[in-house]
């Protein structure tokens, strides 16, 4: 699963060239996606069962919160990973996405593209984002987080895992729109789980929650623990 995991590729330069469709099916270069500013990008796919569209949300409501308007601020940029996904799917998601969120300049500074196998590798290569497909579960599986690009296409940094806050994506935006690059903290969170006992996908960051939650109780035990141990002598 690791191998999964975003590969910082601060300064890479992106495919500007590649054919991606837009949601009326118009193919056009990666680069006329790109706004004057910092691009946001976020790599999954439409049809995602996990938590491809709950990152999306995660997002929107911290731009939101932020009070970060589009496309003055930023542009975002969704691709799909899946090459058999169409512009209608696109056109779709785009529409829940902007009635959930109401920005007026959603329909200038909100990109959901489609694109062929060699677009869609050639991007992830330059951002180091790594995908697998499952056939038996028929899903991708592939890491979450956010891409923050310069105005002139180059890697500046990334937002990893999912959660986001606003003071985070502002200041990566802020890099971004300055032409700087920053550290990305690694972290792995994955799209995708199954239980094979339920039949039903669930999301793995609920496994982490859980993890964590353990951990906490460990550790307050131990503290308890040396404490009376102390007291003891």
């Known amino acids: 699963m690791q191998a999964l995991a975003f590969t910082p590729r ?6 500007l060239d590649a054919p991606f469709a837009d949601t009326s099916g118009q193919i056009r270069p990666l680069g006329a996606f790109l706004g004057h500013g ?17 990152e999306r949300r995660d997002l929107l409501d911290a731009l939101a919160r932020g009070g970060l308007k589009t496309p003055a601020d930023y542009t975002l940029l969704a691709v799909s990973i899946d090459p058999a996904e169409t512009g209608a799917m696109a056109r779709q998601a785009l529409r829940e996405d902007m009635a959930r969120f109401p920005d007026p300049g959603a329909g200038r500074g909100w990109h959901f593209v ?9 991007l992830s290569r330059a951002v180091g984002f790594h995908a697998r497909y499952d056939a038996r579960l028929r899903q991708y599986l592939h890491p979450m987080g956010l891409v923050f690009i310069t105005p002139a296409g180059v890697v500046s940094g990334y937002v990893l895992g999912i959660g986001y806050r606003p003071d985070d994506i502002r200041q990566a935006l802020s890099h971004a729109a300055r032409g700087g690059q920053a550290r990305a903290v690694p972290i792995l969170l994955l799209c995708f789980h199954y239980d094979e006992t339920t039949g039903r ?9 859980k993890l964590g939650g353990v951990l906490t109780v460990l550790m307050l035990g131990g503290v308890v623990g040396m404490a009376h141990w102390r007291g003891q002598r």
């Not at 601060?10 to 495919?15: F, I, R, S």
């Not at 910092?38 to 709950?54: D, F, K, Q, R, S």
């Open 114 to 122: 489609t694109g062929p196998a060699t677009s869609i590798a050639r």
């Open 38 to 54: 910092a691009t946001i990008v976020a790599m999954g796919y439409y049809a995602c069962p996990n938590m491809c569209e709950l």
């Open 10 to 15: 601060q300064g890479a330069m992106l495919p």
């Open 201 to 209: 996908y669930t999301l793995a960051v609920e496994k982490l929650l």
